[in-house]
């Protein structure tokens, strides 16, 4: 009996490896998702906002804090086959 082949499936040492190699692949994912993430939601500037209001269109995915009193719209854009938000002229409150 203690010559008996076992699978690789019932190794420890197996079971050991793969561990260590999918959780440092994952630590590795993890921050270069989270690096390539902060470039993407990034705050835009005033100049995009002003580039943004005349042409009705976003050039950042996050706009800076002054379009806050403009109003906000949706429009369907056939480029990326969904709805964009659109900044358009100033709110009056």
Known sequence: MGNQNNSVWTSVSFWRRSAAWVTG???VLLVWLSFDSVGQISMG?????QL????HRV???VP??????????YEMSAKRGHEVPTIGEKELF
């Open 25 to 27: 692949f994952s630590a």
């Open 52 to 55: 943004s209001a005349k042409e």
């Open 64 to 73: 800076g804090p002054t379009v806050i009193n403009y109003k906000i719209g």
């Open 45 to 49: 500037k005033d100049a995009d906002n």
């Open 59 to 61: 050039v950042k995915r």
